[in-house]
């Protein structure tokens, strides 16, 4: 079982057990149909250290997101999960629709040029206000290049070769 991760608990909100909520995703509020979540202090701990929290209601203020769990009350027991990242096992998420991915489905993959010459792999996605931008690391030529996730520039994601196609100058 793999788990993705799909978020992070900011900050502590309010006095009553509730948490800012950051969510890696344009679709969160569909996390309200998940009944149980698994949230632990790093995005790649072991899955043994991932803890499971009941969601007791998740809703919108303002321009974010604020979440509150039945095993959280009070605002010292929100303080010890502050940080912590929220991820669901891969078996318990939707399929995603065409042209969508979930970002850890992405993290490794390799990526090419359209000539075929290898950038690196996905380190991360990061979120920017115009678009997504994939962070490949190339540790042979230690480089990082910063690519937005955009259909200009990305060509092709295939799954389940394990590979992306980009339209990117590896000299960028």
Known sequence: MAIVVLGR?????????????????DD????????????APAPDAPLES???????????HGRGLIVKFYEVDDRSAA????????????????EPEKDEY???????????TTGGAPLGRVAELITTGAND????RDDVRDRTHLIPFVRA???DVDLPQHRITVDWDPDW
């Open 9 to 25: 608990l900011v900050a502590p909100f309010g006095i009553k057990g509730w948490f800012k909520l950051h969510a890696y995703g």
């Open 28 to 39: 969160p509020a569909s996390w309200a149909e998940m009944p149980r979540w698994w949230v």
């Open 50 to 60: 991932w803890q499971t929290l009941t969601l007791a209601e998740l809703r919108q």
């Open 79 to 94: 303080e010890s999960y502050q940080g912590w990242y929220v991820g669901a096992p891969r078996e318990a998420l939707p």
């Open 102 to 112: 979930y970002w850890g489905d992405l993290i490794g993959v390799e990526v090419y």
């Open 133 to 136: 931008v994939l962070s490949v």
């Open 153 to 155: 520039y990305v060509l």
